[in-house]
């Protein structure tokens, strides 16, 4: 009997409101979910035309959220906020137009070299004297000057085309001249891409939609102004109409006369590239467009001689793989004789990635030595060497 009036006194709560509560809280989780969109947006520095679309766009999905609807549009619009508000569109570094500490910089990193070399300090200087004289212009956000913008200037931005042989040093050294002038580097791999849409980005009416990889590489240095390295131009996709579509786009893309609006599908606004430096690689010219080559200053990069990689291996290659394995350079030295040795086992080689490898075998070998305790000091002479090159390669 006292059970009964026990549960009859217990609060009771009905189905109906149970599923009231659940509809309350979930209307304060998307009504926060868009709060936090609007602060986002709040925070960029976006142009104002991107902002009035993306403030369309919010709008819209602050009436479904009060009055408790849930969209399947909203995990697209709040992709598509996440990425225009990670686009850096105001954001510059400051070049470093010490003319020199670039020529520090290069020659602390690259041996020789001097055409490349050259050209990047010509770059520099001219950019010093523009500074001088106020002539740099940086970021334009309003739409109206944006498009009036005087474009076509090669000094401003030279569009630079690494060629040689792979090994040969291209992709380093436009990582040497991104340090000398103070540029975040940004490495955009072209090799295989047979879809333009990896370039332009792909439109968001499709469910798994993104930016392309130049806006991409943006988003990742966090500055309008990088260098970004388009590498391997050469090798996009063989077929003939994706070759021709992928051509076209990189025209854009490095054109000084239209990448001030350059216009991912994604983003679907245009976007200024004409602050970014790039460079492209390449191992040969045939399959690129004349059109293409014709906004390119190609700079050829020549084989090395046996005397340069001496050079190299000694002063560049050798301390960067005593320090990777870990040995001091006074528990290993070469005598003056043994270098061709070293930097020929196998007959001609136009890089140096060989050369390193090799000199990679060797110090682990005597690394190896070391730890099992047969010594504390080695001397690499023509009658030794072959005990410490890998089995792979003889000496010759």
Known sequence: MDLQKT????????????SSEFARSLEDLLIEDVQELQNKISASPMPVELRKKV???MKRMVRMAKFGNYSSDYEQVAKYVDWVTAIPWTTLTKDSLDIDNAKRTLDANHYGMMPIKNRIVEYLS??????EKGMLQGIITDESSQMERLQGSSAHAPILCFVGLQGIGKTSMAKSIANAMGRKFVRVALGAIGDVRNLRGESRVNPDAEPGQIVKALVRSQTMNPLILLDEIDKVSGEGGLRSDIMAALLEILDPEQNATFSDHYVDYPINLS?????????NLGTLSTALLDRLDVIRFVSYSDEEKEVIARDYLLPKVLKATGLEPNQIEFSSDVWPMIIRPLGYDAGIRQLERNLTGL?????RMIVEGRGTRFVINPGNVKE???SDITVV
């Not at 001219?126 to 500074?131: I, N, P, R």
């Open 55 to 57: 403030d369309k766009m």
């Open 126 to 131: 001219v950019m010093k004297l523009q500074a």
């Open 275 to 283: 602050n970014v430096m790039f460079i492209t690689t390449a191992n």
């Open 7 to 18: 549960a009859q006194t217990m609060p009771t709560q009905s189905p109906v409101d149970a």
């Open 363 to 367: 110090a682990r070998k005597i690394a």
């Open 388 to 390: 410490f090159m890998t």
